[in-house]
T-cell receptor
Framework: KQEVTQIPAALSVPEGENLVLNCSFT??????LQWFRQDPGKGLTSLLL?????REQTSGRLNASLDKSSGRSTLYIAASQPGDSATYLC???????????FGKGITLSVRP | NAGVMQNPRHLVRRRGQEARLRCSPM?????VYWYRQLPEEGLKFMVY????????ESGMPKERFSAEFPKEGPSILRIQQVVRGDSAAYFC?????????????FGPGTRLTVT
């Protein structure tokens, strides 16, 4: 059974800092991995999707990497801003059409 | 192309009532997934449907919960005789058919409160 872990549960950093959010999963046989952002009381916004054959994906100030063999992914946020404050969720997919298995998320607070 | 639509956005039910949550996938998407987010918990998979078929219901509670995705119209998640523990945010996601990236696109969710 796939399990996804995100540690720590919460993180507070000053504005401008570069930071790394970690995600680990127990079963390396994944199809893809997605990072999402969730604002309080809102839905999920997809940030980056990495296919199992890829090592990383980039979008603006965000970079996600995937090391399938070790069961790890990281989301790198450059030059953090207060607007980046949200909960970041990592989710993995076992097959092309199968469900997503989510971590509990990391709640990020960026202090002005 | 409108995104995934869910309604209602907020739903209040008394214990014992029925709750019906609706999800309209993105245009052209024939795969629908329902997830539940309990307070202080991560999102948990409930059920995966294609048009007129339930593909995977391994995350669905055995009693009181049912889901359908008819040939025409939205997907419906139905909770009978709701209890306080059903209070949660319910999210629907859709993805297109066929091969490809198979990214799931999420709706804004329905927040169910059972009083």
């Amino acid at each position: 059974k796939q399990e996804v872990t995100q540690i720590p549960a919460a993180l507070s950093v000053p504005e401008g800092e570069n930071l790394v959010l970690n995600c680990s999963f127990t079963d390396s046989a994944i199809y893809n991995l997605q990072w999402f952002r969730q604002d309080p009381g809102k839905g999920l916004t997809s940030l980056l999707l990495i296919q199992s054959s890829q090592r990383e994906q980039t979008s603006g100030r965000l970079n996600a990497s995937l090391d399938k063999s070790s069961g790890r992914s990281t989301l790198y946020i450059a030059a953090s801003q207060p607007g980046d404050s949200a909960t970041y969720l990592c989710a993995v997919r076992g097959g092309a059409n199968s469900k997503l298995t989510f971590g509990k998320g990391i709640t990020l607070s960026v202090r002005p | 192309n409108a995104g995934v639509m869910q309604n209602p956005r907020h739903l209040v039910r008394r214990r014992g009532q029925e709750a019906r949550l609706r999800c309209s996938p993105m245009k052209g998407h024939s795969h629908v997934y329902w997830y539940r987010q309990l307070p202080e918990e991560g999102l948990k998979f409930m059920v995966y449907l294609q048009k007129e078929n339930i593909i995977d219901e391994s995350g669905m509670p055995k009693e009181r919960f049912s889901a359908e995705f008819p040939k025409e119209g939205p997907s419906i998640l139905r909770i009978q005789q709701v209890v306080r523990g059903d209070s949660a945010a319910y999210f629907c996601a859709s993805s297109p058919p066929g091969t490809g990236v198979h990214e799931q696109y999420f709706g804004p969710g329905t927040r169910l409160t059972v009083t």
